[in-house]
Nanobody, 118 residues
């Protein structure tokens, strides 16, 4: 079992930056693929980025370059640095953890709200 706790959301103005953090419990953090998703009002949950244990990253095309994912295995933490935020980035941001080989080992955090005002 893995528990994920996100933090770092809030209300910011357009153009600002935020860094989200997600702390994971459990011994499988180092081997798991960690990711970030978001759900904008009235929309489905969308993929933002993920990062493998060795540091290889994968991004949604529309967000690469503006959003940066990283992880600190010593702290069981994954980060999402968000730059030049826009009002359309307003969403609930979710952390996700999954085992690379066992699809039933998939976990979600509770989400953190990010609101960007114009």
């Amino acid at each position: 079992q893995v528990q994920l706790v996100e933090s770092g959301g809030g209300l910011v103005q357009a153009g600002a930056s935020l860094r989200l953090s997600c702390v994971a419990s459990g011994s499988t953090f180092r081997s798991n693929i960690m990711g970030w998703y978001r759900q904008r009002p009235g929309k489905q949950r969308d993929f933002i980025a993920d990062i493998r244990s060795g540091g290889k990253t994968n991004y949604a095309d529309s967000l690469e370059g503006r959003f940066i994912i990283s992880r600190d295995n010593a702290k069981n933490t994954v980060y999402l640095q968000m730059n030049n935020l826009k009002p359309e980035d307003t969403a609930v941001y979710y952390c996700h953890s999954r085992h690379p080989l066992l699809p039933n080992q998939s976990y979600w955090g509770q989400g953190t709200q990010v609101t960007v005002s114009s």
